[in-house]
């Protein structure tokens, strides 16, 4: 997500450069544009839970799926990234870019905890397991 504002940033940074009348105001117009298309969409990332379903809202993509199709929910902290994933039935992952920064260990329960069914945490072997 950031990422994306730094490039967003640094295009800008580049347009706004040229010395040009008429084409630094629109150079300038072109990077106010992009960085408020960036921001807005760094602003739609969530999850969202009931008891029924999940909807995860990354940079790009929409995904919806029912509790029933999670086997686990793992908080993922890398050095670089940080996302919850969503391990399905049918193999495939869903990652959610919206990872709380503190925390995240509660806050896995605290979703996982939203579902009508027992869903398993990854901890990450940081922390003991759930019974």
């Not at 994306?4 to 629109?26: E, M, P, Q, S, Y």
């Not at 790009?60 to 999670?70: I, L």
């Not at 086997?71 to 994933?85: D, I, L, T």
């Amino acid at each position: 997500m950031f990422i994306w504002l730094i490039a967003a940033a640094c295009l800008g940074v580049v347009l706004i450069d040229v010395t040009h009348g008429r084409v630094k105001v629109v150079g300038v117009l072109a990077a106010i544009a992009l960085v408020t298309i960036v921001a807005a969409r760094a602003r739609r990332i969530g999850v969202w839970a009931d008891s029924e379903r999940v909807v995860v809202q990354n940079f790009w993509m929409t995904h919806e799926f029912f509790w029933a199709d999670v086997v686990r929910v793992k908080a993922f902290q890398g050095s670089r990234s940080r996302a919850w994933v969503f391990e399905m039935r049918d193999g495939h992952r869903v990652w959610a870019q919206a990872l709380p920064f503190m925390d995240a260990f509660s806050a896995t329960h605290r979703l996982a905890s939203v579902a009508r069914i027992p869903i398993e945490i990854d901890t990450g072997g940081s922390r003991p397991q759930d019974a």
